[in-house]
């Protein structure tokens, strides 16, 4: 059976790497478009928490294993974060800066930073936009938000 939305020749997702915008929705399906570009905010603001977490983890020379014990996360969810397939809540964010030697403000902003950066855009130091962006707004809603 053939799945519609990966490239079988490499097993990867079409989307990954893909940019996304709100023109990308089909004309005719007006009311999924705002969820869409939920999903797709979400994902990629995931993907920045990934990799700013490994940075950071990385940098106080700690495993998964040693920031969840101290966390008292589950190691499968932190794993999760570090792949991406989920983010932590904000209190989960304020648990885990102090043990990356971080304060839970600039964890936001330097994921929120990644974002811009990738988009083409000046980073941000504007802790209420990481707040927005972690919350699932895209970059066009928070641009609208701060309006």
């Keep these: ?37 939920h999903n797709n905010a979400l994902r990629d603001y995931r993907l920045a928490f990934a990799l700013t977490l490994s940075e950071y983890r990385s940098a106080t020379d700690t495993t998964v294993r040693e920031l969840s014990e101290t966390c ?10 570090e792949k991406g397939t989920h983010h932590p809540d904000l209190p989960r964010i304020v648990t885990l800066a ?29 802790i209420l936009r990481a707040v927005l962006l972690h919350g699932g707004l895209s970059l066009d809603q928070v641009a609208a938000f701060d309006a």
Excluded: W
């Design 98 to 126: 102090p043990a990356l030697n971080a304060r839970p403000a600039a964890l936001l902003l330097a994921v929120a930073d990644r974002i811009h950066r990738a988009n083409g855009l000046e980073p941000t130091s504007s």
């Design 1 to 37: 059976m053939r799945c519609a939305h990966k490239d079988h020749a490499f097993g990867v997702p079409k989307h990954i790497g893909a940019v996304h915008n709100v023109a990308s929705v089909p004309v005719g399906q007006p009311e999924q478009a705002p969820m869409r570009h």
């Design 72 to 81: 008292e996360i589950p190691e499968q969810t932190m794993r999760s974060y």
